[in-house]
């Protein structure tokens, strides 16, 4: 029999949900607030209803992706969701994740939240990650489903809220980096270098980086913070010399200046002489 799943929400990411899986020959039902995005899905092969109690009866796995959870608790207010698996992969906080596993317990779901690392175009790739967590039962019951979504599924345990923390721990990775990468590139606009060959060159160094951030992880998760082989005033003064080079080329210094602040408090702690990983007891 053909395996029936409903999406609710499609936007970008939720309209490319809905066309994987229907490409797959499930049977998918889907709604949506703003009817016209269905018409090409409806096109393809989905079935579409403009009344969301249909579209939760329609399948026991119901996939939400939304602008945020405010929107989900708007969405099923007055849908009987007893006995469906729900899973959430709009994205959210821990917190948000929590109070909606209640929400769904109260209401008889069997409840998992979901956070995609990945943009629409990036989706149905065996790379693509999804952080999962929450009811195992509701992760076993729709991972294969959402193995056609995303090929690399990292169930996180059933704390409702780990999906959501995971997923923010790693786009502020991602995006921290990215920030170091801006000023990086206004450097190298500001000697007439090209930007492209810093991106090429950070790619190919990309290992390197990969292992100064899990090596500086278990200095925090050892507490181990003293005999650096770069001390962290070794590495303040690389950002002196980054607001020296701004003020020299009259370019912006947002992020060195963002970055002495705390390398200035970790200094006046008496962390100099320590481990980068000493940045941590300062955030702390
Ligand atoms: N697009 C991406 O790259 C990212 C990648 C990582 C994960 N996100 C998250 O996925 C959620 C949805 O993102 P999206 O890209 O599909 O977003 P939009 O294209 O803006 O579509 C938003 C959908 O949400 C519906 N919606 C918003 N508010 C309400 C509401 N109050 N009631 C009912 N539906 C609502 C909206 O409906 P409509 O405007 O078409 O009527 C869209 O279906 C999001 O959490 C990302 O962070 C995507």
Known sequence: MQEKVSIIGLGAMGSVLAHLLVQEKLAVTVWNRTAAKAERLIKDGANYTDDIHAAVLASPLVIICVLDYAATTEIL???DIQGKTIVQLSTGTPQDAREMAVMMQSRGASYLDGAILATPSQMGQPSTPIFLSGAGK???????VLKILAGTLLYMGDAPG?????????LSSMFGMMFGF?????I???EGLQVAA???M???ISPVLGQMVKSTADDIQQEHYTSPQSSLELCALS?????RQAAESNIQSPFPVFALELFNKARAAGYGEERLAAIMKVLR
């Open 182 to 186: 801006f000023h990086g590139a206004r």
């Open 188 to 190: 190298i606009e500001a």
């Open 138 to 144: 509701a992760f076993e019951r729709s991972e294969a």
């Open 198 to 200: 810093l991106g090429n």
């Open 77 to 79: 207010r007055d849908v």
């Open 202 to 204: 950070i790619s190919d």
């Open 162 to 170: 780990a999906a959501a923390a995971w997923d923010l721990a790693a």
């Open 239 to 243: 950002f002196e010399l980054m607001m």
